[in-house]
């Protein structure tokens, strides 16, 4: 279970997150979108781009709330909310968004 | 198939009758497997990493020790006379019409074994009662099924003796867990708890940066200075509410509610870091042990902080947890306050405020929704809330008529003590268990699609962790919002009236969403 | 020769019934519950547990919940076989208590509504493709037992009748050792070897749900885990 970017093998687990977060690039992430039928545009990098921010400081993703705040600060109110970012990323903002990020999948009863 | 004549109830439109049952369709869901933990997810928890050679052996041993130590799992394997009154009752057989999912079939994937090695009749006469010896297909049937029951116990408050479908699945993951079959899921979760003292694995740091988030939003809401304390000193209660209140919708909104009822209280209370997690997912997968690390933390948690009370959060299987077996797990707790329940349920404290007239709502603020509730499977089975029986029913029902003018009931025989699960629950909340999900989770979403025709009921009120975000997850896919699943102490949040709170009642925010209207009020003033 | 036999199998056959039944339900009392499992919403004292647990077993309050052919076919089953039980009293008292006589009429019609119950629970376990689904060889069989146990019963009383004299000095004399012929009709030989046969199979069997009722932790437990710290002994260990 891999995925192959710019000649580098990336390996990630059943669900297609990496799991050696360090091995993370913007080649990469565009090729799980891929994967996840999206194509990302500027909103979808900003959102990535926070998560990786965020995780960097916290070593967690933001809670959902944390990052519609900052959605809303960047994008403007009335996309700073969660039906705006699962039109961005259908599957959950969370979930899909972790995965693009190169983080871990948030677990639990989310 | 052809049916046959009496009984055999086939499904006509779901709506008008959630609990149809679907046409038997054998195997439909031997598929259906989850990830297997990896080996350091196992062995973290006390079991081997991976499958062991000598695996039937360990698994007749532990199948054996369980018989001996476990009075319901002895009983329930050799009570059963197969009279066939649970076989319509488990939502994911009304989901799947996979006849293993019949909770009796379910059950007998195990009970069969346990003939063959424990019972003189399947030792000598297996084909004649049904004993089958332990193989490979067996074990990957016990895999399969024992990971689409969400131990909700609705089985049981039919069956004549009793028999809960529960605690046989328990046993069969607990079994499997020793012979190194864990599931990914639960397992890793388990671990993560232990690590970080959470599911998320939300560290303490991240935890208080996203209190202090809530705490932000909260004033600018209300212009008060409403406190969600972290690891607070000497503080009289302790808050374990799921870590999904710290992550996601709508649980977060459920936890601010909780703020305010404290706030409006004068309560001095406090979340901890080190138990910041209600949901004990030892229990999932039927291990006493690992459930009892997990009490315990909450235990060293209330004696390091010095506090008096604890209350739990809106989580149903922690409700249970909470309710049954903390105190034998990790009691006696002779250091708290004993005017108190230990422990005590958020909705126990607030219905309890709002007899006594503590509390103050504005209703009409909830006007835009039109509601039902959804009774959580573990609470209503598994645990109680106030002094009398039956008040895990009526408590949350009190309260939500407290705080909204619209409150309607589902079917009767999808509430209360015959409430349907919601399809996630018991460990089975992982995007790899999708379709079961989904298939387990159409009964209620069909009763829910009922009252929404006859009473135009909009929105369903849950106080799990897990049904919300299940719920969160299947309403589009009946047709229903996203944000149609709501927390009980969302709604409280919405209507409660507190001293000197900032009216906010001219927002001029027509188009955004109820939730978010709060953040807005005072024009962003992070 | 056969007299013989039959007390002799009537001996082996009540042992086995007493000391396995007696086994399974000391091992039930031992075996520990290691937490508190009730089944709510469930009383809170242990008063009301006993009436919960009356009206389980009078009523069979939660089949009743469940499933309205069930109940009808196994109550009257149950409660026929209750009835026919007392009435079989007279067969081992001289004289034969007050109230066993007073049975002595209904006995009989109870007789019928076990046979029809137990025809009732048969179809369904045929017809139904749930339940036919979960049913084992045995399961059908034992309905067939207990079904041939009370043909035979009611064609004594009511076609070939036997001399009941005989068979009552033959019980009679079973339970003072004192053995003494049976009569040699067959009806009363069939009606007894299956009888044996019931006895010997009951504590290896599903039958075991008779003890096992009352053992039940979700139904026998109080609803007072905050009250009463509940201890559970026997950890599970590793």
Known sequence: MSYEVNGATVEHDEEGYITDLSAWNKDLAALIAKDENIDMNDEHWEVVNFLRDYYEEYQIAPAVRVLIKAVKKSMGKEKGNNKYLYTLFPYGPAKQACKIAGLPKPTGCV | ?526 | MISTLYALLFYVATFLLVAGVSQKIWIYWRTPSPLKVVVTPAPTTNTGVVLRMAREVVLFESLFKSNKWIWVFGWMFHFGLLLVLIRHLRYFTNPVWWWVSLLQTVGIYAGFAMFLGLTGLLIRRIVVNRVRYISAPSDYLMLLLLMAIGFSGLMMRFVLPTDIVAVKTFFLGLLRFNLQPLPMDLPVLVHLGLVVVLMIIFPISKLLHVPGLFFSPSRTQADNAREKRHVGAAPAGR
Not at chain 2, 83 to 100: E, L, N, R, V, W
Not at chain 2, 170 to 179: K, L, N, V
Not at chain 2, 380 to 402: E, H, T, Y
């Open chain 2, 1 to 526: 198939m052809v049916e046959l004549a009496i009984d055999n109830k086939i499904s006509r439109t779901s709506i008008d009758d959630p609990t149809a049952l679907p046409c038997m369709t054998p195997d439909a869901m031997v598929g259906s497997k989850p990830f297997l933990a990896a080996p350091d997810h196992n062995t973290k928890l006390g079991f081997p990493g991976e499958l062991v050679d000598d695996w039937k052996e360990k698994a007749i041993a532990r199948m054996g020790y369980l018989a001996e130590t476990n009075k319901a799992f002895k009983v329930y394997l050799d009570t059963c006379v197969k009279c066939g009154a649970c076989t319509d009752k488990c939502h994911y057989y009304m989901g799947s019409g996979d006849p293993k999912n019949m909770p009796v079939a379910r059950q007998d994937l195990l009970r069969s074994v346990y003939r063959r090695y424990f019972t003189f009749a399947g030792k000598y006469f297996p084909k004649l009662v049904g004993a089958v010896d332990l193989t490979r297909e067996v074990l990957d049937d016990w895999y399969s099924y024992y990971h689409q029951c969400s131990q909700c116990r609705r089985c049981s408050v039919f069956c004549p003796y009793g028999i809960d479908t529960a605690e046989i699945s328990m046993a069969a993951r607990d079994i499997m867990d020793h012979i190194g079959v864990g599931q990914k899921y639960c397992n890793e979760i388990i671990g993560k708890v232990m690590d970080v003292g959470n599911n998320l694995g939300l560290n303490a740091k991240a935890l208080k940066a996203t209190m202090e988030d809530l705490e932000e939003d909260l004033e600018d809401e209300t212009g008060l200075e409403i406190r969600i304390p972290v690891d607070e000193h000497g503080a009289d209660i302790l808050l374990i509410t799921p870590s999904a209140d710290f992550f996601a919708e709508p649980h977060i909104d459920g936890l601010m509610g909780y703020a305010k009822v404290f706030h409006a209280a004068g309560a001095s209370w406090t979340v901890s870091s080190y138990a910041s997690e209600a949901a004990n997912f030892g229990m999932f997968i039927g291990s006493e042990e690992n459930t009892a690390v997990l009490c315990n933390r909450i235990r060293k948690a209330a004696e390091d902080l010095g506090v008096k009370r604890i209350i739990f959060g809106e989580c149903g299987h922690a409700w249970r947890v909470a309710y049954n077996f903390l105190n034998t797990l990790a009691g006696p707790f002779d250091f708290l306050d004993q005017n108190y329940p230990i422990p005590q349920h958020i909705l126990e404290y607030t219905w309890d405020l709002i007899e006594r007239d503590q509390l103050t709502f504005d209703k009409s603020k909830n006007d835009e929704y039109r509601v039902t509730f959804h009774d959580s499977c573990n609470v209503s089975r598994a645990s109680r809330m106030g002094d009398k029986p039956g008040g895990q029913f009526d408590i949350p029902r009190n309260v939500l008529k407290a705080v909204c003018n619209n409150y309607y009931d589902m079917p009767d025989e999808t509430i209360r003590e015959k409430t349907l699960c919601c399809g996630g629950g018991g460990g089975l909340l992982t995007d790899d268990l999708m379709d079961i999900r989904k298939k387990g989770s159409s009964p209620r979403m069909h009763a829910l699609q009922q009252v929404e025709r006859d009473f135009g009921v909009t929105h369903m009120v849950a106080i799990c962790a897990i049904c919300k975000t299940q719920f969160a997850k299947m309403m589009p896919e009946f047709g229903f919002d996203r944000e149609a699943i709501l927390s009980a102490h969302q709604l409280v949040s919405n209507a409660i009236v507190l001293e000197g709170q900032i009216d906010e009642d001219d927002d001029d925010d027509e188009d955004m969403e109820p939730e978010m209207n709060g953040a807005s009020a005072t024009g962003d003033g992070s």
